[in-house]
């Protein structure tokens, strides 16, 4: 389905027959994936609703990623094999990134996959394991453990960090590995879901699968707010790209959109003042 920034909705993309794990939508608007339990990611044209291209897999796909010009896409999930796409020649096979040592991309569930500039995948697992791939080559170029399976991974464009969370870790990492500029904190629950704001980059957001809540934190790891609303576990949260507000999906069937600044006019909401 899709909506505007304000929730009203557009469009609903039909043509699934199995539950959407992952959805994205290229930086131009005019194209969006997505990956199925019923074993398919699909491209669809945003304008239209129509679906351009399907792709079968062999297992559910969990995760998908549309390059920064939506001419090659991402793959990965419960096959833990990572397929590149490519959209211009959409009945071609697909080609895979396989670590040197198997015939695999990690040794467990794919939980994301994200464009790193034109020529940079990366991958994360349930294995633990963060993976940098040079897309020209198809080669593993470096990679990073951590003690507990990762949970997810989103890339902060504006801030050039991955946000990544695993077991009661939230990791800030930089989206092309230097060893410099990484931030780590443990929280005192196993965040589900994490997002940093965009421009202000004082604060993160987070979801959590023990509670219904979703949690506002400061980079120091104080918590600054919990915010309730959700009747069950709550999956995702991101922030809009103007950072004014985030979203949180939750097991119990909706999309709450909350304001950072409470009170003030944005959209749909009308200011107190």
């Known amino acids: 389905m899709l909506r505007e920034w304000t929730g009203d909705w557009i469009g609903t993309f039909l043509g699934h027959k199995g539950a959407v794990w992952s959805t994205k939508i290229s ?19 945003t304008y239209t609703g129509k679906p351009l291209h399907s792709f079968p897999h062999n297992h559910i796909v969990r995760t998908v990623a549309l390059s920064p010009t939506a001419s090659n896409l991402l793959t990965g999930g419960q096959e833990k094999k990572v397929r590149i796409f490519d959209l211009g020649r959409p009945d071609a096979d697909a080609d895979f990134l396989f670590d040197s040592n198997n015939n695999q991309s990690h040794d467990g569930t794919i939980k994301s996959v994200v464009w790193a500039g034109e020529h940079t995948g990366v991958t994360a697992g349930e294995d633990g394991k963060i993976k940098w791939w040079d897309l020209r080559t198809r080669k593993l170029t470096t990679s990073l453990g951590f003690p507990n399976p990762i949970t997810s991974m989103e890339l902060s464009l504006p801030t050039q960090r991955l946000v990544v969370t695993s077991g009661n870790t939230v990791a800030f990492i930089p989206v092309l590995p230097n060893g410099q500029g990484t931030h780590s904190l443990a929280l005192p629950y196993s965040p589900s879901s994490a997002s940093i704001h965009p421009i202000l980059q004082d604060r993160f957001v987070t979801g959590n699968l023990g509670d219904e809540w979703v949690r506002v934190h400061g980079m120091d790891g104080e918590e600054k707010e919990v915010l309730k609303g959700h009747h069950g576990p709550v999956h995702c949260v991101e922030f809009s790209p103007d950072g004014e507000m985030y979203a949180s999906g939750s097991e119990d069937g909706t999309i709450r959109l909350w304001q950072t600044t409470p009170g003030k006019s944005y959209g749909l909401w009308q200011g107190t003042s």
Do not use: Y
């Not at 930086?27 to 044209?45: E, I, N, P, Q, Y």
């Open 27 to 45: 930086l131009d608007g005019s194209r969006a994936a997505s990956g199925s339990a019923d074993f398919t990611a699909k491209v669809w044209d």
